[in-house]
């Protein structure tokens, strides 16, 4: 029996004890490491080189103090590197399949680092592009989707059924995982980065001195209704419109001062427009503020030039202020290009105060980022001492979605796609909805993701009746108008086309059954 000298005996216990230290920090990994896929991943690889060593040591002992066959040492060798190789691949595999089949999982632990780019702060991200995504929402907290019994499909409020674009997701996680949420300070980034949109998009000149942000665009609404004009000023819109804008006024100890817009029709198709003489008709003395919305919601028009200059001309000449709602201005169907009324002319944007956000186009809207452009010192110091006391800041995330929105041209990318799937989607909803009742009449949106259908000739109360008759939600037409509106339905065509064709499904079995009634 051959006996180990003072080298190999030292050498020996070096091995063990290493290969007992990786195993045992390969355990604590488990415990201790943040993110699921790394823990599991970093537990197999020590725990498979911890028992390599302790084989290796193993096989040396057995090797020259014992009576074992010459080849052992190799055996134990082979063995390892076997267990090597296959430990981490196995608990690799399992972790992946953890973080798929668990909603639970860890992947907000996720994160990149933070870096500047033209002085600009913004998120480095995978260069690969998103695709639109649908995501089952039910069970998510999504008021879309809780609102109504399980079994109603819905497709009323503007909150779209898509994932967010990743750079958007990334900078969420990397925000998240600092975990600190105090008051931010990025509001200079995210407005440099949005200027350099409005230009690049619409070759519209802003400065990032001109911009106010607010946590809503709807919170926005009220604001410059409150700081335009006095108790008791006019405040005129269009109807149908979005009901926000026929109830701030009142809200504001304002006079709302509501204008129809009439449509043409040219079969079951809707065109609605503007017509001035009506608003000269409604305008008065004690007309302060004009709110309109482009694109339209819910009609889905984009005002064209020769009609923004001619609204644009009216309010002038009586020192109306204009607020302009443009949420929707990057979601334009085949090609169109948004045309923001402040663009116009130096003398417009003088009187005007444009309200937008990343939250329609990239699907954030709970985030709460919007930002009012007010070119006007005048006006934009009206807005900001309005907002005092009263108007909360950006939180830190909405700042960390929105610089990623504007900052990264992956997002541009999915927003290419996403319109490509809206415009599919609004040409099967007309499509379907003129075919299957006889009748009805819709809009083919210029912009938004919004139908406006007339069910007058179908049925009574479209809202009620294909809520309670085909279990689908839409949205109730007669909150869109001051008096009437009850033959109307908005229809959010935001979700997968599937999910549209079984709506439609639905709805035409429902008015069948009725009618057979």
């Known amino acids: 029996m051959e006996v180990l000298n003072h080298w190999e005996y030292w050498m020996l216990l070096g091995v063990m004890g290493l290969g007992t230290l990786l195993m045992l920090t390969a355990s604590l990994g488990v415990l201790r490491m943040t993110n699921a896929l790394a823990r599991m991943h970093a537990a197999g690889l020590g725990s498979s080189l911890g028992i390599l060593l302790l084989l290796l040591a193993t096989g040396y002992y057995f090797q020259f103090m014992g009576n074992h066959e010459k080849g052992s040492l190799l055996l134990m060798v082979a063995l390892g590197f076997l267990l090597l190789v296959t430990n981490p691949i196995a608990t690799t595999a399992m972790s992946r399949a953890v973080m798929r089949s668990s909603p639970d999982n860890d992947r907000q632990y996720l994160a990149v680092d933070e870096y500047a780019v033209g002085n600009r702060l913004t998120v480095p991200v995978p260069s690969e592009p998103d695709t639109m995504i649908y995501v089952d929402r039910r069970g998510w907290d999504s008021s879309k989707w809780e609102t109504y019994d399980r079994d109603v499909i819905p497709l009323w409020v503007a909150d779209m059924d898509f994932r967010s674009p990743d750079p958007i997701i990334k900078a969420l996680q990397v925000r998240a995982a600092h975990g600190i949420f105090g008051y931010g300070a990025t509001e200079e980034a995210v407005g440099e980065w949005f200027c350099t949109h409005l230009l690049e998009q619409y070759e519209w000149h802003v400065t990032p001195d001109q911009l106010v942000f607010l946590p809503g665009l709807v919170s926005g609404l009220n604001l410059v209704v409150r700081a335009i004009g006095r108790p008791g000023s006019g405040v005129m819109t269009h109807e149908p419109v979005y009901p926000p804008f026929l109830v701030a006024p009142e809200l504001q100890d304002r006079k709302l001062q509501s204008v129809p817009m009439p449509h043409d029709h040219n079969g079951g198709l809707l065109h ?3 017509d001035m003489e009506r608003f000269r008709a409604v ?3 004690s007309t302060t503020l004009f709110l309109l919305c482009n694109p339209h919601n819910p009609t889905g028009r984009s005002l064209a030039r020769h009609e923004l200059l001619e609204l644009a001309e009216f309010c002038l000449n009586r020192s109306i202020v204009i607020c302009s709602d443009e949420i929707h201005c990057d979601l334009m169907h085949e090609g169109r290009r948004h045309l923001p009324i402040a663009s116009l002319e130096p003398e417009i944007a003088d009187s005007t105060i444009t309200l937008m956000a990343p939250s329609k186009t990239y699907n954030m809207p709970g985030l709460g980022c919007s930002v009012a452009v007010v070119p006007n010192p005048v006006l934009r110091t009206l807005v900001q001492q309005a907002a005092m006391g009263i108007v909360p800041h950006v939180n830190v995330m909405g700042y960390a979605a929105a610089l990623a929105a504007y900052s990264h041209a992956d997002c541009r990318t999915w927003l290419e796609e996403l319109l490509r799937t809206l415009t599919a989607n609004r040409d099967y909803m007309e499509q379907a909805l003129l075919a299957a009742f006889p009748g009805a009449r819709t809009t083919r949106p210029e912009g ?8 007058g000739a179908v049925v009574e109360n479209p809202y009620r009746f294909f809520l309670n008759h085909a279990r689908v939600a839409l949205s109730d037409g007669s909150r869109y108008h001051t008096t009437g509106g009850h033959t109307w339905a ?21 008015v069948a059954q009725h009618r057979g009634s």
Do not use: H, K, P
Request: proline share 0%; charged share 25%.
């Open 272 to 274: 609605f427009r503007l």
């Open 283 to 285: 305008a008065d003395d």
């Open 448 to 455: 938004t993701y919004l139908s406006w259908v007339d069910f």
């Open 490 to 510: 908005r229809i959010n065509l935001g979700t997968s086309q599937s999910l549209l064709e079984e709506a439609v499904a639905r709805m035409q079995a429902a």
